[in-house]
Nanobody
Framework: VQLVESGGGLVQPGGSLTLSCITSGITFSNYWINWVRQAPGKGLEWVSVISREGSTTYYSTSVKGRFTISRDNAKNTVYLRMNSLNTDDTAVYYC??????????????????RGQGTQVTVSS
């Protein structure tokens, strides 16, 4: 099983990025896919989740209205479009898969599978 994030990088405040997470080794459409992040020196923060067929999405209050999660089951890929980025969004972003969604989680071990993360740095 592999979940591979990409799309991170350095962006100025107010800018945008789109993260991607491509999966292999799992039946992608059987899993809710989450994005979580960890800022330097801080704990894990749950960011967003999308249901198996993509019809249901949830966001943390810190990103709601700025971030959009989506998925393409034909490509086994989930995306996170991030707009109006600010310095508080600087973190390593992970995608994490779970067959059953039971609410936001701040424990990577709570997910069935997760990627290695991609760094997002928001700085002028």
């Amino acid at each position: 099983v592999q979940l591979v994030e990409s799309g991170g990088g350095l962006v100025q405040p107010g800018g945008s990025l789109t993260l991607s997470c491509i999966t292999s080794g799992i039946t992608f459409s059987n899993y809710w896919i989450n994005w979580v992040r960890q800022a330097p020196g801080k704990g894990l923060e749950w960011v967003s989740v999308i249901s198996r067929e993509g019809s249901t999405t949830y966001y943390s209050t810190s990103v709601k209205g700025r971030f959009t999660i989506s998925r393409d089951n034909a490509k086994n890929t989930v995306y996170l479009r991030m707009n109006s980025l600010n310095t508080d969004d600087t973190a390593v972003y992970y995608c994490a898969a779970k067959r059953v969604y039971s609410g936001p989680s701040t424990n990577l071990d709570a997910f069935d599978y997760r990627g290695q993360g991609t760094q997002v740095t928001v700085s002028s």
